[in-house]
């Protein structure tokens, strides 16, 4: 997780309000909870099942979503949290809280009737997890599904990404006991479920309109984040390509570094074949043989003849030709050996993944083209152009 406090991807929460309130909420909880004046106030954060089913504290399931009791599983949260911001950015602000809204909603049903299956199961469970378990994990959905997978490095013939390391850190937040793995889980299919809209879930649970524009007058203030500044790296669709894009620049300038070395070389075999060309015309002129010194040879009238006549010249023409074609068919093959071939074919499955991304199917096609199929460098070829 080094790449989302890299600075490749310090753009913060730019566009991203409703990912800032959540981690802000977390992080102040946080505080107060640890805090011996009001360490009292614990007993109201904690997901107490019981207590739900038989006192009817329903309030319970909204506060037991504030903040992570664990300092690990906070820290591993706020960093999913910054991470999965990216989906803020694609969806909308109100879209994104209306869709975890959604999940939320969905993952305590779910929850709370899986305890309850197991209680007739003899299996008894007193306390859930105290966490955003229903706000975190339903972005693993998406998370599996739009961002593409780019390969990193191998370890023991394992391919290991940007995508393995947050996997991790999630795995380590749900693997603390039985609980954890169960709210884990039941937010996991929240997320499946609100994704492909089973039942239209996302169309009933959803924020209201007049709601989100009173929290963005009222907070927008606070939560709001300036804009990158413009000579910062350009925003990736993924940390993976925002963590790879100085690499990718070096790249491309070694790609344009081969292109100038290639013209040069075709200009220089340019100029030395003009230079044997004119060789030849003195070399035919004035044979070197001259029998006479330097002039001795304009005593021998066959030589004029011979360099005048027209059956002469046209032969000289035509081997002129042959080998200036000669030449520059060589030169054009070494050209073409350092150019990309823009008329090779494109993964179709490489398209797929750009075009999901939100760009135009032509551009995507002439980026990949142009790069040689390299889909991190066609990458930020279509987000410089956007």
């Known amino acids: 997780m080094a790449a989302i406090l890299s600075q490749n991807s310090s753009t913060g929460f730019y566009k991203a309000p409703v990912s ?35 006192k009817y504290e329903i309030w319970r399931v909204i506060t037991s979503k504030l903040t992570f009791l664990e300092t690990k599983d906070l820290v591993c949260g706020c960093l999913l949290i910054y991470y999965f911001r990216i989906f803020e950015r694609r969806y909308g602000s109100h879209k994104f ?81 039985k609980e954890s793995m169960i709210s884990g889980i039941c937010s996991l299919l929240a997320g499946v479920i609100c994704r492909w809209n089973f039942l239209h879930v996302v169309d009933i649970v959803k924020v209201p309109k007049i709601i989100a524009k009173c929290f963005g007058t009222c907070l927008g203030w606070i939560l709001d984040s300036s804009p990158p500044a413009e000579n910062a790296v350009p925003m990736g669709a993924t940390l993976e390509i925002q963590r790879h894009q100085q690499l990718e620049m070096m790249e491309q300038q070694l790609l344009l570094s081969r292109a100038r070395d290639a013209r040069d070389r075709g200009n220089a075999g340019r100029f030395h074949n003009r230079q044997q060309m004119a060789q030849g015309y003195a070399e035919r002129l004035v044979p070197p ?82 790069c040689n199929n390299d889909i991190n460098i066609a990458t930020v070829i279509l987000l410089n152009e956007s």
């Open 289 to 370: 043989n001259n029998d006479g010194g330097l002039f001795g040879s304009f005593h021998n009238q066959n030589i004029w003849n011979n360099a005048f006549s027209p059956t002469s010249l046209l032969r000289r023409n035509r081997q002129q030709e042959s080998d200036g074609a000669g030449d520059s068919g060589e030169m054009a093959n070494g050209i073409n050996q350092n150019h990309i071939d823009a008329t090779s074919p494109v993964p179709e499955d490489q398209v797929k993944t750009l075009v999901e991304m939100g760009f135009e199917r032509q551009n995507v096609v002439r980026a990949l083209q142009s």
């Open 97 to 177: 809280a209306s869709y975890l809204l959604a999940a939320c909603t969905v993952s305590t049903i779910l929850e709370l009737s899986f305890v309850y299956l197991l209680k007739h199961l003899d299996v008894h469970i007193t306390f859930l997890p105290t966490g955003p378990y229903g706000f975190i994990f339903p972005l693993f959905a998406n998370y599996f599904m739009d961002i593409p997978r780019v390969a990193q490095t191998y370890i023991l013939g394992v391919p290991v990404t940007g995508k393995t390391l947050t996997y991790l850190v999630g795995l380590q937040i749900i693997s603390s006991n």
């Open 20 to 54: 800032k309130g959540i981690l802000g909420c977390m992080f102040l909880t946080s505080c107060a909870l640890n805090v011996p004046l009001l360490a009292h106030i614990k007993q109201y954060v904690l997901y107490n099942v019981p207590s739900i089913f038989k």
